[in-house]
């Protein structure tokens, strides 16, 4: 049967990515609005200082810094760990569409899927 | 300001933004930048890293409520989020090269772009049931049926290079600047690809998360991410475009449109200016 979207199939399947993307979406603000809080509290009373471009100290750059200060709960980290998984969400909705395919057999966009996969995954590891 | 009454303002100006953003659909992003860089004075590389997340977190949180309604083409998407993301990585790259007051002059011209798109109306082309179909979007089985008021109506793909180019080009422009560039991924799809204004508007809000994902991973390695200028930043425009989305059944969007897209086009001029005066 030649699959067309909005069939029936890729109908279930677009209920449950929607699905996965608003759990991220919640779970990735509610870390992102708890380290607020955590940060705020803290240094709330300091002076707010954007107007010069300084880049982020390494640890809130890498991954393996940014859960080693979000499990040591400093609220920068936490909050960057929230900003983490908002970027993880999209991918996770990839990989997730990934596996709907092989499970369709459907090789073209198996492949498509996977390009779209290794990009992303390349824009978290590889730099 | 101290960092409390900074990020109130600033929580209370993306809560605005993603407000109008949804009820217009022009999206909260493309005010994020000058809301940050014209209003409060900050850097403009911090500005795109803030406003990048917050499009990650509008896109996901709608595309939630869009996929069920059946509008969205997976495959379509899929298929052009190659491009998006690939576009997405060479336009982060740029934005380390390119200097932050030549960013803020494109930045402008793609706010007036959108302005004007915020005045214009869709008009779709129908398939010709009989007539000769694509070869390349057959192959790619892109052709599809959307649900209207008189039943699944169904529609024909075409011109993929064209559609495929110019997402690559958006790709681009979201990851230089941290827009969405929904504007630009819609005239791909219904322009060149002749997709319903339905369908290519709702495919482009679901691919707008992944684009962005692609370029926010390489702003979190660069240092441009900052957590305390991106927290009120995601917070208000993820509130703001749910209220926003709400509001949407009921409210009568079209001189709202009109009204945003003054604004925005009154933001463009702004950014240029600031450009070219050096002052970023």
Same mark, same amino acid.
């Given at each position: 049967?030649?699959?067309? /979207?909005?069939? /029936?199939?890729?109908? &279930? ?5 929607? &699905? ?7 779970l990735a603000a509610s870390v992102v609005l708890l380290g ?31 859960? &080693? ?9 936490i909050i960057q760990l929230g900003l983490l998984l908002l970027?993880?969400? /999209? ?37 | ?56 977190? !509008? ?143 709702? !495919? ?23 957590p305390?200028?991106?927290m009120?930043?995601v ?46």
């Amino acid at each position: 049967m030649p699959e067309i /979207p909005g069939s /029936p199939n890729d109908v &279930k399947v677009e209920v449950a990515m929607g &699905k996965l993307l608003r759990i991220g979406v919640l779970l990735a603000a509610s870390v992102v609005l708890l380290g607020g809080v955590v940060y705020l509290v803290r240094h709330g009373g300091e002076r707010a200082d954007y107007h010069i471009f300084r880049g982020e100290p390494t640890d809130l750059r890498s991954i393996r810094g940014i859960l &080693k200060d979000a499990f040591t709960l400093h609220g920068r980290g936490i909050i960057q760990l929230g900003l983490l998984l908002l970027i993880a969400t /999209p991918v996770a909705r990839v990989a997730f569409s990934l596996l709907a395919f092989l499970r369709q057999q459907d090789h073209i966009y198996t492949t498509v899927t996977l390009i779209v996969l290794s990009v992303l995954l390349y824009s978290l590891f590889g730099s | 300001m101290n960092l409390i009454e900074f990020s109130l303002v600033l929580g209370a100006g993306s809560f605005a933004a993603g407000f109008l953003g949804a009820l217009t659909g022009l999206g909260g992003g493309v005010v994020i930048v000058p809301l940050l860089t014209i209003g409060l004075g900050v850097d403009i590389r911090y500005a795109i890293g803030a406003s990048l997340v917050s499009v990650i977190a !509008t896109s996901s949180g709608a595309a939630s409520a869009y996929v069920r309604e059946g509008y969205s083409n997976i495959r379509v998407g899929m298929f052009l989020e190659i491009a998006t993301s690939t576009g997405a990585l060479f336009g982060a790259f740029l934005a380390s090269v390119i200097s932050p007051q030549v960013i803020a002059v494109i930045f402008g011209m793609v706010l007036l772009d959108s302005a004007y798109h915020s005045f214009r109306q869709p008009v779709d082309q129908p398939c010709k049931e009989n007539g000769h179909q694509d070869r390349l979007a057959t192959f790619l089985k892109m052709h599809g049926s959307y649900p209207t008021r008189n039943g699944e109506q169904r529609y024909c793909v075409r011109g993929v290079p064209w559609g495929f180019s110019i997402m690559f080009g958006a790709g681009t422009l979201s990851g230089l600047l941290g827009i969405g560039s929904g504007a630009l991924k819609v005239i791909a799809m219904d322009r060149a690809m002749h997709l319903p204004y339905k369908v290519s508007s709702t !495919t482009s809000n679901f691919m707008i998360g992944v684009t962005a994902a692609a370029s926010a991973g390489i702003y979190l390695t660069r240092g441009y991410l900052d957590p305390g200028l991106a927290m009120p930043v995601v917070l208000g425009v993820l509130a703001g475009s749910f209220l926003g989305a709400k509001f949407l059944v009921s409210a009568r969007t079209g001189l709202l449109r009109m009204i945003f897209g003054g604004v925005v086009a009154l933001l463009a001029v702004e950014m240029i200016l600031n450009g070219l005066k050096r002052t970023f």
